[in-house]
């Protein structure tokens, strides 16, 4: 005995809509690449990640040393390879090779200079976790540039109504 299954048939007000996405309008975009300003710091850092993945395959196993390698060289890619950084109205992003990282303007909560850029947080004061859940924008053009990029920071949160 066999059943007969019904077929649903779906009409055309039962039809899933396609959501189309609206690209984001870019504010600004730039590139970093901190190696190329320090040749000597790049030249130790490659030779660390090298001479652990030759140690490491020599003494332990080949697959060791290639994870071994992949995580030191995720944790100076952002040093050793170029970054580039986008400001669009509703958020910042970072990327590069193993780098990609995206923060809402309605999660900043409190935007500080560095020397060399800005630090986006998601937390009203200073905390341990700010290098964990927090971003940070690399500049390299001059002290005026910068604060102007430290205004549109503060604009485009306070647009998103976060201040």
């Avoid at 059943?3 to 590139?31: G, H, M, N, Y």
């Avoid at 947080?121 to 927090?134: E, R, W």
Wanted: hydrophobic share 45%.
């Amino acid at each position: 005995m066999t059943k007969k299954r019904k077929r649903s048939r779906i009409s055309a007000s039962q039809k899933p809509t396609e959501e189309i996405q609206i690209a984001d309008e870019v504010l600004l975009e730039w590139t970093t690449h901190l190696a190329r300003r320090q040749p000597m710091k790049a030249v130790a850092a490659s030779a660390v990640v090298a001479v652990t993945v030759a140690l490491g395959w020599v003494w332990v196993h080949p697959l060791v040393a290639f994870l071994m390698g992949l995580l030191l060289l995720n944790a100076v890619a952002e040093f050793l390879f170029p970054v580039h950084y986008r400001l669009t109205k509703s958020g910042a992003e970072a990327t590069g090779f193993l780098l990609s990282r995206r923060m809402e303007w309605k999660q900043v909560r409190r935007i500080t200079p560095l020397p060399d850029g800005i630090h986006l947080s998601p937390f009203a004061k200073p905390t341990k976790l700010d290098g964990l859940k927090g971003m940070v924008l690399r500049w390299e053009g001059d002290e005026a540039e910068l604060t102007r990029l430290q205004s549109l920071c503060q604009r485009c949160q306070r647009m998103a109504g976060t201040n």
